[in-house]
């Protein structure tokens, strides 16, 4: 089973763990990716704002990423630059304010949450794969697949943006919601 565990604070990882009945140590990984070796859970966490995320498999590896989407500032457009593709940084250059921030962030979101999946990081290059928004796949330059979902969850109202990525992602992902 998939789930994703979603806090209204900030929550430690050992929290999350004990809340869940789980008594392993994580291990982390060389790129930062934590793991929970001999369970056979996979897991991954992501904090913005006050908010924290968990997503938590015994079915594959995933990858979690939550941002708070800020007001537009000349500054997404430098990190656009310097890290999404041609063809990305070109779609948001013709979305406006409030759209363009909002865009950003659901993309930098999908792109984050594919680098922590993979275990490669931030430093796996987040120009290093094109996104597939209709079929809702990650397409790596090197080949290979993977999975992805955004949500927008009711308690994240329209201030955060939520992306998963799996290998696979079944129809349906519980999202437990947590003060």
Known sequence: MLRICLYASPVTTKEFLRQSGISSVP???????????GTGLFFNKSDSGSLTAFALSDECEVGIDLQEILPY????????R???????????ALLEGDRRAESFFRLWTIKESYLKYTGRG??????????????RLILPD???????RIFTPECLKESYVLSLCAGSLPASIPILYKD
């Open 27 to 37: 291990v982390i990984g060389a790129h930062g990716k934590p793991s929970l070796p």
């Open 73 to 80: 500032k000349d500054r997404y457009d430098r990190l656009a």
């Open 82 to 92: 310097r890290f999404f593709r041609p063809e990305e940084q070109e779609a948001l």
């Open 122 to 135: 931030i430093g796996g290059g987040l120009s290093s794969f094109r996104i597939d928004f209709e079929n």
């Open 142 to 148: 090197q080949g290979g697949t993977a999975a992805f």
